[in-house]
């Protein structure tokens, strides 16, 4: 009983550092820059025990982004539930809360650029949903927060009242993960110009502030 203990201990340690090490090569590299056999040999274990272990790339792809998300989340948390950000109107914290979508796309460029990538692999291989459900559940969710906030500003004034405020918080993160999926892909058409690009993205939070402001 012991030894499989210490077996099953010793293959979560590779399994998780396996994730760790592809999660860091997809960074640096790309998704599709990077193969199975060069995951492994940086590991240090054969290329059919990470078969095994994962399946296929598409596999250990999915668990290292889903871990990625988990490291953003412990970067965010608590700072929402500091008596200063809770001392604001609610208008304020939901502007607040929109710019952390800035904080991702400026500090996080790569992560950014990666997920259009996996975005495209998901698509591409025809994931099924159920295998992305971990990813899901991973993914920065501002909007517990958010709502929060949204509550905030009702109580004192600060904003009106949104027959579907859920709806209007998916479609401001939607277009701002596209938009800030877009700019980090670089110009492609004569008539792009990216270079004031934080300004298009602080442009899209004024639009939804306003929305938003009583």
Known sequence: MENEYISQNFRTKRINHAIDVSAKMFLQNGIENVKMTDIADECGIGVATLYRYFGTKTG???A???HLWDEMKAMFSGVFDSPVFKSQTGLKQCSDL???FIVLYDAHPTFMKLLSEFDLMIIRENVPKEKLQEYDK???NFYPVFERAYHAGLEDGSVREIERFQLFYVSFA???MELSKKLIQGELLPSDDFS??????ET??????????K
């Open 60 to 62: 250990i792809t999915i």
């Open 64 to 66: 290292a982004m889903t």
């Open 98 to 100: 929109m710019r952390m």
């Open 138 to 140: 991973s993914i920065l």
């Open 174 to 176: 939607h277009t701002f």
């Open 196 to 201: 004031h690009a934080t300004k298009e993205l």
């Open 204 to 213: 899209v939070i004024d639009a939804a502030v306003y929305y938003l402001k």
